[in-house]
């Protein structure tokens, strides 16, 4: 079984900083890109960035420069740094990770349950 589970999510205020931690956990060959995403209320989910197991990021253009995503591969693990934090990017943050397990378990996209944010104004 595989698992990617998220936390950090939190209450803030406007301006403040947040950082949200996934670690994915079970039987796990290799992960490729991880990401996150996020779905503000009554709003589709959207890609806030991505990095590859390389290190390469790509970002939302409308969040470059207050948001960080980086990732530890011996932990498993993919950040998000937001800082400068606005009440648009209230929302359920999740995490999703490109997974090749061991065995005969499902190779592909992974996601987290997702963790609230709220900014405040």
């Known amino acids: 079984q595989v698992q990617l589970v998220e936390s950090g999510g939190g209450l803030v205020q406007a301006g403040g900083s947040l950082r949200l931690s996934c670690t994915a956990s079970?039987?796990?060959?290799?992960?490729?890109?991880m990401a996150w995403h996020r779905q503000a209320p009554g709003k589709q989910r959207e890609l806030v960035a991505g990095?590859?197991?390389?290190?390469?990021?790509n970002y939302a253009d409308s969040l470059k420069g207050r948001f960080t995503i980086s990732r530890d591969n011996a932990k498993k693990t993919v950040y998000l740094e937001m800082n400068n934090l606005e009440p648009e990017d209230t929302g359920v943050y999740y995490c999703?990770?490109?997974?090749?397990?061991?065995?005969?378990?499902?190779?592909?996209?992974?996601w987290g349950q997702g963790t609230q944010v709220t900014v405040s104004s």
């Open positions: 990095i590859t197991n390389g290190g390469s990021t």
């Open positions: 079970g039987s796990i060959f290799n992960i490729n890109t």
């Open positions: 999703k990770a490109y997974i090749i397990p061991f065995g005969d378990l499902r190779r592909g996209d992974y």
